[in-house]
Structures are given as C-alpha cells and as structure tokens.
C-alpha cells in the first residue's frame, strides 16, 4: 500500500535559518505530492503541491520537488519566519490529475518551532 | 478561500454515550467528504470517505457500526461515535471537496471518553 514518512521532529530554528525536512514515499503508480501546514487551533492548509516527476511546487517561499528516483518530496525554505511555526504534513494522492479531492497518504508531521 | 468549520471543537463524554461531530463546508457545496483521526505525535488516518446522498466507504479496519457517517446535504456530515470508550478517544478531523478541486480540512474536534 501506499506510505508516507517524514522525518522525525520537533524542528527548532532561528529566525532566518535554512530549512529542510524530508520526505519520502511508497506508492503504486504516479502520485501526487502534497505539503500541508497546520497552524495552531486551526485546519489542514495545502502549502504547496507537484503532479509529476521533476516538478517543483512553491508557495510562500517554500519548496519542494518531486524526486521519482529517489521517491522523495523534500520541503525546504532558505530563511525561516517566527510565523512559519507550525506543524508540517507530508502527503500523496493516488487520484489522477494531480487533484487533492482524493484520498490523502499522510506523514506523520514535523513539529516547527522558529525563534526570533 | 473555501472554509470547512467543525462542532463542537472539543467535547467530553462518559464511556456509553454516543457523541455526533458536525462538519460543515460554509462557503461551498462539498460533494465528497472524508474523516479523519489523529492521534497524538501521529499522522492522519483516513477513516472513510462520504458522498452526499450515498452511504460512506469506509477503510479497513473502521467498524461502520461504532462510526456512523451521515452526508445527507452538499454542505453538513456528520460523524456519530456510538457507544464511545476511552480508546475512541482522539482528534477527529474533517475535510471536504467540491467539483472546483481541492480538499480543505476543518479545524478538528478532540473527543476525550471518560
């Protein structure tokens, strides 16, 4: 079956740090790629996305790029925010056309804590 | 953007009674869906998929029976736990999409089963 996993957190930056966490995948097919953020008390928010191989989705200053070779789908932003705090999911979907109204694969999420 | 809310946002139960979460899709007609369960440090697990006017499909290992889904309008789902126990306790989360894409999730509601 399909799988996702992330790497293991809490995250705790300063302000204006580099940031990476990764991630990778299991699944049949091609899926698509997601990044959802959580911020506290609230839902789920797509961050960022890719349908295919060798695609990059950004959004915010953040990035990811869809690696099939390595079934990776790494997030990283070159200068982290106190408001970047939050919780990260990697996910895939198994739907076709790069639509995220299929089912969702989650990780586990990345606990984010940036520092002024 | 499209706003999924959820009800109520946290509830406390004795070990026997049944609990009913409503999510609502506020500014969209959501013609799918789907719930959710969290557990602490741990990642969204898909419990079932609802569509409005169909019976939900739920995943394997989800008993129908102790969660009942109820999708009988393009804007409200509901989940009931019947005959909840403290290992049902858990955030439950919700999200819903419509014929323009997407899937947005509601804030979530943390059921704690005394």
């Known amino acids: 079956g399909n799988s996702v996993t992330q790497m293991e957190g809490p995250v705790t930056l300063s302000e204006e740090a580099f940031l990476t966490i990764n991630c990778t995948y299991t699944?049949?097919?091609?899926?698509?790629l997601f990044w959802y953020v959580q911020y506290p008390g609230e839902g789920l928010q797509l961050l960022l996305k890719a349908t295919k191989a060798d695609d990059k989705g950004s959004n915010k200053g953040f990035e990811a790029t869809y690696r099939k070779e390595t079934t990776s789908f790494h997030l990283e932003k070159g200068s982290v925010q106190v408001s970047d705090s939050a919780v990260y999911f990697c996910?895939?979907?198994?739907?076709?056309?790069?639509?995220?109204?299929?089912?969702?694969?989650f990780g586990q999420g990345t606990i984010l804590t940036v520092h002024p | 953007g499209a706003v999924v809310s959820q009800h109520p946002s946290w509830v406390i139960c004795k070990s026997g009674t049944s609990v009913k979460i409503e999510c609502r899709s506020l500014?969209?007609?959501?013609?799918?869906m789907f719930w959710y369960r969290q557990f602490p440090k741990q990642s969204l697990m898909l419990m079932a998929t609802s569509n409005e006017g169909s019976k939900a499909t739920y995943e394997q290992g989800v008993e129908k029976d102790k969660f009942l889904i109820n999708h009988a309008s393009l804007t409200l789902s509901t989940l009931t736990v019947t005959s909840a126990h403290p290992e049902d306790s858990s955030f439950y989360i919700c999200s819903a999409s419509g014929t323009g894409g997407g899937q947005f999730f509601g804030p979530g509601t943390r059921l704690t089963v005394l």
């Open positions: 996910a895939l979907s198994a739907g076709a056309g790069g639509t995220s109204y299929g089912k969702l694969t």
């Open positions: 500014d969209f007609q959501a013609t799918t």
């Open positions: 699944a049949t097919g091609y899926p698509s």
